[in-house]
């Protein structure tokens, strides 16, 4: 798949960025129902979730079309991510979980699962 690359540790995918806000929005809504009610899964989630926010930020900082404003890339941009098979794993799962209470997710879900597959 074009856009996907496993270097060893980390895989880099790049995302449309109207995919990377369902996300990031996602990874959000986890970090704030897990972390903030102490539920099992807290730690888990605090750990996926920062590092996968943070290389959604860093991506999009490096982003040609942001480096001289404070903003995310036009939805139409392709966001280039590196994070572990894990926290991509992690990342479609939130995704998946969210997935009943928004019904746009279904093609940012189908996307990443497509290009996670494809960096196996």
Not at 89 to 97: P, V
Request: net charge negative; charged share 20%.
């Amino acid at each position: 798949m074009k856009g996907c690359e496993n270097q060893g540790e980390r895989v880099v995918i790049e995302v449309p960025m109207s995919f990377w806000h369902r996300v990031n929005g996602c990874v959000d809504n986890s970090i704030a129902v897990d972390v903030q009610s102490c539920e099992g899964a807290a730690d888990e989630t605090s750990k996926h979730g920062n590092r996968v926010m943070q290389a959604g930020w860093e991506a999009a900082t490096a982003h040609p079309t942001t480096v001289q404003t404070s903003s995310w890339p036009p939805d139409d941009a392709l966001l280039t991510v590196g994070l572990s098979h894990a926290d991509w794993a992690w990342a479609l799962s939130q995704l998946e979980r969210w997935a009943v209470y928004e019904t746009d997710l279904i093609e940012a879900i189908e996307f990443l699962r497509n290009a996670i597959q494809h960096t196996s």
